[in-house]
């Protein structure tokens, strides 16, 4: 037993990678410095997501964290990403996944289009068309676009959608809810209560415009 927890020790700091310290401080200074000015350049964020994920994906793989005293690069995302890590392993799969997008047409669509474009590169594999699906990433609006991806992954039309929030005071609470209920069972248990609700208000709104004409 003991031989064996010494081979696994052993493997573990032989498969740990001797840090280049000059590299290392320079490509943690970078990620900070794009940090930094991502704050003060809100409007044009955009412009450094490639640069910012090819650095964390070298910080990743050579183990740059340990220079801050850190145990993971989980911990390390948990410091310099405090708001949102996903958008850090957003930019990472961008600079793994895209590589056959150069840096200058990346930063022209945008990371978040960038975003949707890796969700149809891991889908489609070797069958990816980059051209055809970064043409259509410059021509189409973000939700557009975003629709695009939908629709090619899932094979479902969709359409662009939001949120819409309503202070219901509990006492309307269970006539809304009721009436999302008859309009589910008269419509089909298998349409949304967004759907519901739309036919609810063209009843509506059909009511209003018949008795406007017999006021």
């Known amino acids: 037993m003991r031989g064996l927890t010494s081979l696994w020790i052993n493997r573990g700091l032989m498969e740990t990678p001797a840090i280049n310290h000059r590299r290392a401080v320079f490509v943690l200074g970078r990620i900070d410095e794009i940090l930094s000015w991502e704050k003060t350049k809100e409007q044009e964020k955009d412009v450094r997501f490639v640069e910012l994920g ?3 994906c070298e910080v990743r793989a050579k183990q740059y964290w340990r220079l801050e005293h850190l145990k993971s690069f989980d911990e390390f995302l948990e410091k310099h990403f405090p708001d949102s890590r996903r958008k850090a392993y957003y930019l990472m799969a961008i600079h793994e996944t895209l590589t056959r997008i150069s840096k200058h047409e990346l ?22 068309d980059c051209a055809t699906w970064l043409h259509k990433a410059k021509e189409l ?22 949120i819409m929030y309503f202070k219901v005071y509990k006492s309307q609470l269970p006539v809304v809810e009721k009436a999302l209920e008859t309009a589910a069972l008269m419509l089909g248990t298998d349409k949304s209560r ?3 609700l739309e ?17």
């Open 54 to 56: 090819e650095y964390l």
């Open 107 to 128: 930063q022209q669509v945008g990371w978040s289009k960038a975003t949707e474009l890796v969700k149809v590169a891991r889908r489609d594999r070797e069958e990816f």
């Open 141 to 162: 609006p973000k939700e557009g676009f975003k629709c695009a991806v939908e629709r090619h992954l899932t094979g479902k039309e969709t359409e662009p959608w939001e």
């Open 194 to 196: 967004g759907y519901c």
């Open 199 to 215: 036919m609810i208000c063209a009843d509506f709104l059909a009511g209003a415009n018949l008795s406007e004409t017999q006021p």
